[in-house]
């Protein structure tokens, strides 16, 4: 899991009209990325729709995931769901199918106590092997510096997702638990800032539609090359704001693709996907953005 680094696609899950898993769609945005140079996946999470997905569809698109990579990068698999029994069978499968790490965002919907939320992760960290990152997401309420470090006590805890925008605590958690505990930043926005914050890598949906771009400013870091990476942050900045004023940015961004010649298909209800007129609209707006 140390080599799980750089830049990380939150990968897309592609299905196609009628909302059944696109194979053939699937493997050709893995071998798009990877050609690009991305240095590792992150499967069925939040943009990869994980949750709108049957067990066995999640560990379908991790098989066929797996089978296209062949070894190629490092792959972790989300494997949060809403009861821990769920959970383990997804990272056991996960194990199985050959991931070099599972992850997970903490017990969603009802609301669980810390003492629970560190028992979830427990128990699903002990039914494998396989390295663990904790996830930490506003979306679902935020971990406390307190969790988070009594969830690196966990043996196969390694490392910790961050998504939130409290950027400081990216370096409190390398001062304070330690630099071999590994640290995404999870806000593509962010990008440059959570990797000057001490963050080993970028894990975010836009690195499916840019992932060039990224590459290039986790290098200009690596290079200190601080106004470039500012320059190529801003540039990214702005085509993430605007995708992002459309309400389904998922969706958006599997158009984005086909314009790239990447059939990336359509989303899942209830995310809705773009019709022909808001694609047209967009697809100019992109157009200006990128004259500017
Ligand atoms: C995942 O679990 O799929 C992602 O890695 C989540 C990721 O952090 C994204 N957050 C959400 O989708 C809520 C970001 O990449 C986000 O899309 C981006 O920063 C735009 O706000």
Excluded at 121 to 135: F, G, H, K, Q, R
Excluded at 142 to 162: S, T
Excluded at 261 to 283: D, H, L, M, S
């Amino acid at each position: 899991i140390q080599d799980f680094k750089g830049v990380v696609p939150a990968l897309l899950t592609v299905f196609d009209k009628d909302e059944n898993i696109d194979e053939m769609g699937m493997r050709q945005l893995v071998s798009f990325l990877l050609d690009k140079g991305v240095n590792g996946l992150y499967l069925t999470g939040s943009t990869g729709e994980g949750f709108t997905m049957s067990s066995i569809e999640r560990m379908r698109v991790v098989e066929i995931v797996m089978d296209e990579v062949a070894g190629r990068v490092p792959v972790v698999v989300h494997v949060g769901a809403i009861g821990t029994k769920l959970s383990i069978e997804l990272a056991q499968h996960a194990e199985r199918a050959g991931a070099d790490g599972i992850s997970s965002v903490p017990p969603f919907y009802w609301r669980f106590n810390e003492d629970q939320i560190v028992k979830y992760y427990e128990d699903i960290a002990n039914a494998t092997s396989l390295p663990m990152i904790v996830y930490n997401v506003p979306l679902v309420g935020l971990l406390g510096m307190n969790a988070i470090k009594r969830l690196a006590q966990i043996e196969n805890v390694k490392g910790i997702k961050y998504t939130a925008l409290s950027l400081y605590e990216i370096t409190q958690i390398k001062d304070e638990i330690g630099e071999d505990f590994l640290v995404y930043s999870g806000a593509d926005e962010m990008a440059m800032a959570g990797l000057l914050a001490g963050a080993d890598g970028i894990v975010g949906s836009f690195y499916n539609v840019m992932p060039e771009l990224f590459i290039n400013i986790y290098n200009a870091v690596q290079n200190k090359e601080l106004d470039e990476a500012k320059r190529l942050q801003k540039e990214a900045v702005e085509i993430i704001m605007y995708a992002l004023s459309y309400p389904s940015f998922y969706a958006l961004m599997k158009v984005m693709l086909k314009w790239m010649g990447i059939n990336a298909g359509y989303c899942r209800r209830p995310f809705e996907n773009v019709t022909p007129e808001n694609e047209a609209i967009y697809k100019e707006g992109f157009k200006v953005l990128k004259e500017k």
